[in-house]
């Protein structure tokens, strides 16, 4: 019974039993072909990656470059000539492109302290120490604080006589008792261009 419903089976019937699903050597052509396209993609998705990875960075740093330069407005603001006998009668003791010192009011207690602010290696400092009447050096600061890392070579301060529009230099610099205002310009140097933020002059509010 079986041997003849064995042979009653057309021989192209049989064959297609076994035709079905793949052979290794297919399976093994298919995954050569997957690979060689992952690898084809691969890059692309990196770099997408890489872009955003960036963006992000660079949003990052804007926004503390903003943060940074409101804190050098309110320094600025509150900038005292009290207890300044011993020292200049205006409240800048010292004023370069990458460092300005000047004496300005504590917001706790409103005591007369030393600020001094430095662009250095690749941080934006601030720094600062009660003011009993030092001239420039300030020697030692009690308190250090980096506000912003990633600070390109191109940024610098830029002292001035009067409040300039954004962009504005003046031609000469100023005189230190006849500086009014102060400049900030922050260059962030990426892998893909230099990121620039900058603050528009911030005038020195002298309170007595």
């Not at 990052?60 to 509150?78: F, H, N, T």
């Not at 990458?98 to 005591?111: A, E, G, H, L, Q």
Request: glycine share 8%; aromatic share 6%; charged share 20%.
């Amino acid at each position: 019974m079986s041997t003849s419903s064995r042979a009653a089976i057309p021989p192209a019937a049989r064959r297609l039993r076994f035709d079905h699903g793949f052979t290794l050597i297919e399976l093994l052509v298919s995954m050569v072909l997957s690979l060689l396209l992952l690898l084809a993609v691969m890059p692309a998705g990196l770099a997408f990656v890489g872009l955003e990875t960036e963006d992000a960075g660079r949003n990052i740093w804007l926004l503390q470059a903003e943060v940074a330069s409101e804190r050098l407005r309110m320094d600025l603001g509150a900038a005292t000539t009290a207890g300044a006998n011993s020292g200049p009668n205006a409240p800048m003791l010292q004023a370069e492109d990458k460092r300005i010192v000047f004496v300005s009011t504590s917001p706790f207690d409103r005591s007369a302290q030393v600020i001094c602010w430095e662009l250095t290696g690749a941080s934006l400092m601030r720094r600062s120490v009660p003011w009993i009447g030092q001239v420039p050096p300030v020697v030692g600061f009690s308190d250090s604080k980096t506000m912003l890392e990633e600070v390109g070579a191109g940024s610098r301060f830029t002292p001035t006589e009067a409040i300039h529009l954004e962009g504005e230099t003046a031609d000469s610099a100023p005189a230190m008792d006849d500086i009014r205002a102060i400049g900030l310009s922050l260059v962030r140097h990426s892998e893909r261009a230099a990121e620039m933020a900058s603050i528009s002059y911030a005038p020195i509010g002298v309170g007595r």
